[in-house]
């Protein structure tokens, strides 16, 4: 692909150079350039338990999403596509091992796929938001190569308690970023 540019407008960042395979904002496990989703948003769950997401992020998942479980208890948001290609590795490890079971199990039993409708909203059923322990107010968090839904309580405590943490990163983590 060269050193041409690309518009990933996505994000409402513009952003980055197209590149070959292992170059920052490739992602190996589609083949393929992806969306980058950034920022934290504020919208707020209807009473029949849908969540419009930010305007700018539409285009990439108007094809499907799948929402499932996250970790800390938290839900992550794929677009169909990238959901199906990123778990076909694990999908199709070996289920003799108890930790690719468990993985499958939390991952697959409790997704839940859907496309926005015209306003963008999905729903996130109820034994999700329970999971999550959302309520009408939620935090939208763009978590690079997928979205987090959070309850705005929850997020508040998760930051206030990471910021140490993440102050003190060792360089190894962040060593390629800066």
């Not at 322990?133 to 309850?151: K, T």
């Amino acid at each position: 692909m060269g050193d041409a540019w690309r518009n990933l407008d996505v994000s409402g960042v513009k952003w980055a150079r197209v590149g070959r395979s292992g170059e920052a904002g490739w992602r190996p496990w589609l083949g393929r350039w992806a969306a980058v989703f950034l920022g934290t948003y504020s919208p707020r769950l209807d009473d029949k338990g849908r969540i419009a997401f930010p305007a700018k992020y539409r285009d990439e998942l108007a094809g499907g999403v799948v929402i499932t479980k996250g970790q800390e208890h938290c839900l992550y948001v794929f677009p169909r596509e990238d959901f199906a290609v990123r778990f076909a590795g694990l999908s199709s490890a070996p289920v003799g091992s108890r930790k690719v079971r468990e993985a499958l199990r939390m991952l697959a039993a409790g997704a839940h796929d859907d496309a926005p409708d015209k306003q963008g909203r999905v729903i996130i059923p109820a034994h999700l938001r329970q999971y999550a322990g959302l309520g009408r107010d939620v935090v939208v968090v763009g978590a690079m190569s997928r979205l987090e839904i959070w309850d705005t309580q929850a997020w508040t405590s998760y930051q206030s308690a990471k910021e140490a943490d993440f102050a003190d990163l060792d360089e190894e983590v962040l060593a390629d970023l800066f």
